[in-house]
């Protein structure tokens, strides 16, 4: 056993995390904050490094709570996957730097983004489930570091422990019947003569990755957390959660069709929210529910070549989504708005900004020479090669859908003339924020022009021999026109929409609701119990004391309280030796 294959990746992370903790404790800002990013930057560096070399097989086994356990594991998936969140991880950690984001915020991110490799690697269904829960307690740690978020974070956990709980419970009877957390061909289908709850390890760990991964109905927390914190958190929070969740569908093996259709959906209704939208971050994070979409529907078709295309655009929606993210971020720096309506000029204003607006909106569009042009061309390839004609043409629609919406974003913010009394506060970028565009801009266009090497990283089962062949690159140039003038000929009515409610609409009084009912019945059987409680002391008392001080006998609630709970507990102790004796 070598350094390589004894070291798990997300420890060098933490350690990070502790380093930049520190650091911005005791020397605060300026060069102690700066040093503790710097280190930050280059440990993620390494891990990625690390992770490029590392030989395909190495795992790290031992037991974990008396199960045998496997602590990480590389193979072709898992290796893409954590490469390219290490590679982000550079970029955001600097992007964090040059927007004044707080040592204590980049230290949280950090930790989050080491849970989130942990997952990645884990080689187990016990492991990766710790790793699970530890992504959302470090994820609505980094949200509540922004006091207007803080709402926000309390919904995204409860989102996110209902969604672990489903997933700990699909594990679980994925144990009971097969005896192993080990991964091994998908989760347990179940036992011969199993009926209707053959598939239930499955469909309820199904249902809990979906709520990471954003299935309609269960997307609700994106577009509600993610515009709300600090811009460099938005930026940690969007390369991460979903792309996790959709590396996990890999190793659940759903039922390929139904999730494909689920993705197909995704793709329609994320795209057309999207347009629809005024805020910039909510734009885009109604564009991480389509394009995960894309991934869903590669990894549900179930062939070789649908996964590896779900994994490719999975890596490049974490390089492109992110960079979309910062340059969102950056105009809000600037003009300290949020809505699109409220800015424009600023191609002029921020130059630097609007050439990384630029690479990055023509990646996610798919234009031919950058890398969402090759990966979306691997899912409509396999989608199209396994006969999936309506989940073809949904893709299809989709990639209109989204030209759309960042030509919308383009001319809103940096082509039309500035609207009135908007100010840009300092139109330069700085030197971290500028490497964090570098980061992720040269592997954009690497990618896009050399899809040789893309492959040459991604699992099994992608074919470069057609990325350029005539027909894509005629389906990408009429995508690109017929969504231009699309929107050139509603312009003027999307000028007139302002707020479009979501689910969210439903979900969250709904929500409040029930947590006020829950409260109120909690109170009235709490003072129920204390009043049966109360009485059957006195009456025992009485009874069997002094039956004169039936009425005179004075007890504190505290006292009856103590007294029912005392009685609750011996009572389920002799239940205990009753039913074990």
């Known amino acids: 056993m070598t350094l390589l294959t004894a070291m798990p990746p997300w420890l060098p992370v933490f350690a990070a995390a502790a380093v930049v903790a520190l650091v911005g404790r005791h020397t605060g800002r300026g060069g102690g904050r700066r040093a503790g990013h710097v280190f930050a930057a280059v440990t993620a560096a390494g891990v990625a490094g690390w992770l490029y070399v590392v030989p395909a097989g190495a795992h790290l086994g031992t037991r974990l709570f008396g199960f045998e356990v496997v602590l990480f594991a590389v193979d072709p ?53 710790v790793w699970w829960e530890l992504m959302a307690v470090t994820a609505t740690a980094l949200v509540w570091q922004s006091p207007e978020a803080v709402r926000a974070g309390y919904r995204y956990a409860v989102y996110h422990q209902l969604g672990g709980a489903t997933l700990v419970a699909g594990v679980l009877l994925h144990y009971a019947r097969v005896g192993t957390f080990l991964f091994g061909d998908g989760l347990a289908t179940g036992l011969p003569g199993a009926g209707l709850a053959a598939g239930l390890p499955t469909t309820l ?63 329609l209704v994320g795209v057309t929210m999207a347009v629809l939208q005024t805020d910039v971050r909510r734009l885009l994070s109604y564009h991480i529910v389509s394009q995960v979409g894309y991934m869903v529907v590669g990894i549900g078709l179930a062939t070789a070549g649908g996964r590896a295309a779900g994994i490719a655009h999975l890596v490049n929606n974490v390089l492109y989504k992110t960079f979309l993210f910062m340059v969102a971020g950056v105009v809000i720096l600037a003009t300290g708005r949020e809505s699109l309506k409220k800015v424009g000029g600023l191609g002029r204003e921020l130059p630097v900004t609007a050439v990384a607006f630029v690479v990055a909106a023509l990646s996610i569009t798919g234009i031919p020479g950058f890398a969402g042009f090759v990966s979306k061309g691997f899912v409509t390839s396999a989608t199209d090669a396994a006969g999936g004609d309506a989940l073809y043409w949904a893709l299809q629609v989709g990639a209109v859908g989204t030209v759309v919406s960042f030509v919308k974003f383009g001319y809103y913010a940096f082509l039309r003339d500035a609207p009135d009394g908007q100010s840009v506060a300092d139109g330069t970028v700085g030197p971290a924020v500028a490497v964090a565009f570098a980061v992720l801009a040269v592997p954009c266009v690497v990618f896009g022009l050399a899809p040789g090497v893309f492959a040459a990283i991604l699992p099994p089962g992608v074919s470069t021999a057609g990325v350029f062949s005539v027909s894509k690159l005629t389906d990408a140039v009429v995508i690109t026109a017929v969504g231009t003038v699309a929107f050139a000929a509603i312009r003027r009515p999307l000028a007139r929409v302002t707020a479009v409610p979501d689910l969210e609409a439903l979900y969250h009084p709904a929500g409040r609701r029930l947590l006020d009912a829950t409260n109120r019945t909690s109170a009235r059987v709490g003072e129920t119990l204390d009043r049966t409680g109360h009485r059957l002391l006195v009456a025992a008392y009485a009874t069997a004391v002094d039956p004169d001080a039936f009425d005179d006998l004075a007890l504190t609630r505290p006292t009856i309280g103590s007294a029912v709970l005392l009685l609750v507990v011996v009572a389920a102790l002799g239940l205990v030796v009753v039913l074990t004796g």
């Not at 983004?113 to 269904?125: C, H, I, M, P």
């Not at 958190?233 to 969007?238: A, E, G």
């Open 77 to 129: 998936f898992s290796r893409v996957v954590g490469l390219v969140l290490a590679v982000a991880a550079v970029a955001n950690v600097a992007y964090a730097h040059g927007t004044g984001a707080s040592t204590r915020a980049t230290a949280t991110a950090l930790c989050y983004v080491g849970a989130s490799l942990g997952a990645v690697f884990a080689g187990d269904w016990l492991t990766l489930v």
């Open 205 to 267: 760990a199904l249902l809990g990755v979906g709520m990471n991964v954003g299935f309609l109905g269960l997307h609700v927390w994106v577009v509600d957390a993610y515009p709300r914190p600090h811009v460099a958190t938005t930026v940690f929070l969007s390369g991460f959660t979903t792309k996790v969740g959709v590396y996990t569908l890999v190793r659940v093996d759903p039922d390929g069709r139904l999730v494909a259709t689920m993705g197909a959906a995704m793709v």
